[in-house]
């Protein structure tokens, strides 16, 4: 089966750095997602990442180690709009299965 | 070009009806999954249809059922609907048909169940 973890809720301030981290344990490694989802929205695709190390986006880095069963979302520069949902996922065949999210509250 | 579309986006049922919700994948793209989203559980699979075949299905009673047309456009029905099903049900289109691809996600049909 699949089981994927990661905090409920962080804080943060504008113009930090966060992480947020997603442990998993999978019936076979397929690559991580990464997922946004603000209140109310749809979630949107951050990153996807199939090999070890870190890959990054703009101010969005995902990190994952396939021997830890880790992964986690950088995210720099923290501005207001970066409140939301974060959310891990790992394929199972054709499926999505999410952790459930970590809700990251970022204030002035 | 458009992105998934939902329809209804709200819906207010009770308990013992049934209910049909329609998703319209982005242009082109042949692989459809139904998600429920509850504060509780998160995001939780149903099912997912490629080219009119379910080809993966979830943890869910059977009285949550889907099919997909030929034109890719799907539909999901609950039937003798519970008050835990009151929900947020988001659709997702991809469009190839590996696990790699990403998922494109449409507004959700926000459902009620009183």
């Known amino acids: 089966g699949q089981n994927i973890d990661q905090p409920t809720e962080m804080t943060a301030t504008e113009g930090a750095i966060v992480q947020i981290n997603c442990t998993y344990q999978t019936s076979g490694f397929n690559g991580l997602f990464w997922y946004q989802q603000h209140a109310g929205e749809a979630p949107t695709f951050l990153s996807y990442?199939?090999?070890?190390g870190l890959e990054e986006k703009g101010r969005f880095s995902s990190f994952l180690s396939r021997s830890k069963g880790y992964s986690y979302l950088l995210l720099k520069e923290l501005q207001m709009k970066d409140s939301a949902s974060y959310l891990c996922a790992a394929p199972a065949g054709t499926a999505l299965i999410f952790g459930k999210g970590t809700t990251l509250s970022v204030s002035s | 070009k458009a992105g998934v579309t939902q329809t209804p986006r709200y819906l207010i049922k009770t308990r013992g009806q049934q209910v049909t919700l329609s998703c319209s994948p982005i242009s082109g793209h042949r692989s459809v999954s139904w998600y429920q989203q509850t504060p509780g559980q998160g995001l939780q699979f149903l099912f997912e249809y490629f080219s009119e075949t379910q080809r993966n299905k979830g943890n869910f009673p059977g009285r949550f059922s889907g099919r997909q047309f030929s034109n890719s456009r799907s539909e999901m029905n609950v039937s003798t609907l519970e008050l835990g099903d009151s929900a947020l049900y988001l659709c997702?289109?991809?469009?190839?048909?590996?696990?790699?691809?990403?998922?494109?996600f449409g507004p959700g049909t926000r459902l009620t169940v009183t």
């Open positions: 990442n199939v090999l070890d």
């Open positions: 997702a289109s991809s469009s190839g048909g590996g696990i790699s691809y990403e998922q494109y």
